[in-house]
């Protein structure tokens, strides 16, 4: 797919990365962003040569949330865009709603792992977009914070899914209630954030979790993705299931049988993936 003038993707061999590329707006999001990621996404999922996806923005910020042109873009526009008239159009709003969050979805459910870079301001959809993410490297100068309220609507693309997964749900609400702008030390403490490093430092520490991620077995980290993912929320025979099922394929991996020949020979295992 190619880029558009917002957003910029980039490969080199397993790693990936995804941009968004409007620092004068502080990387403020639109609704054609929202139809475009989603399409970026339905093209990522289908690659199995990814092993990991880092998500970051240009300029002095990862995202400032919505461009604020969305709320005037026709009719009385939602978070996303909603309403009637609105750019989710009025046949079916929760359908068109349901259109723009498929932007942020796939983040989720990918098989490999995604990592936000994140500084500067993180707000609104941009707080989502990076709550979407598997993983959160902060900048000691980060702000975040769901601000919805603010404008009368609410976090519609995850934040109220993955916020109360990470705080709990009471937690989650208050804030939303609130409209708090979390900083570094809250985000650490909250454990929103996995790591908080000097701004100078993002970059090379983003790298170091890539570098990570790389190191392990690739089956076993996409399943132990999927298992967490389909565990969370479940019963407990259910996660253990989820669980099961993605290590029986680790167990008859040529992976695992060449972790098995390194230890016995002494040396570091070179995964492949099959």
Not at 169 to 179: F, Q, S
Request: net charge negative; glycine share 12%.
């Amino acid at each position: 797919m190619e880029d558009i003038d917002e957003i910029r993707f980039e490969r080199d061999g397993g790693i990936a990365r995804l941009t968004l590329t409007r620092p004068d707006k502080l990387n403020a999001q639109t609704v054609g962003m929202w139809h475009h990621l989603a399409a970026l996404g339905d093209e990522l999922l289908a690659d199995d040569s990814i092993r990991v996806l880092v998500v970051a923005g240009e300029g002095r910020s990862f995202s400032a949330g919505i461009d604020i042109s969305t709320f005037t873009a026709g009719g009385s526009g939602g978070a996303s865009g909603g309403g009637s008239g609105g750019p989710v159009g009025d046949t079916d709003p929760v359908a068109g709603v349901r259109a723009l969050q498929a932007a942020f979805e796939w983040l989720e459910v990918a098989p490999f792992v995604t990592i936000a870079s994140v500084h500067g301001h993180a707000f609104g959809a941009g707080m989502q977009l990076a709550l979407a993410c598997d993983l959160r490297v902060c900048a000691d100068d980060t702000q975040m914070g769901l601000l919805e309220m603010n404008w009368g609507l609410m976090p519609d693309l995850g934040g109220t899914v993955w916020l109360p997964r990470l705080i709990g749900p009471a937690a989650a609400l208050e804030h939303m209630l609130r409209g708090d702008k979390w900083r570094a030390d809250d985000l650490l403490r909250l454990g929103i954030a996995n790591r908080i490093v000097a701004r100078a430092d993002l970059d090379a520490t983003v790298h170091e979790y890539v570098q990570l991620v790389l190191g392990r077995p690739p089956l076993a980290v996409r399943g132990a993705k999927r298992a967490i993912r389909e565990g969370w929320g479940a019963s407990t025979a259910d996660g253990m299931l989820a669980a099961a099922r993605v290590q029986v394929d680790c167990m008859r991996s040529a992976d695992f049988r060449e972790a098995a020949l390194a230890f016995v020979e002494g040396r570091a295992p070179e995964f492949t993936g099959r």
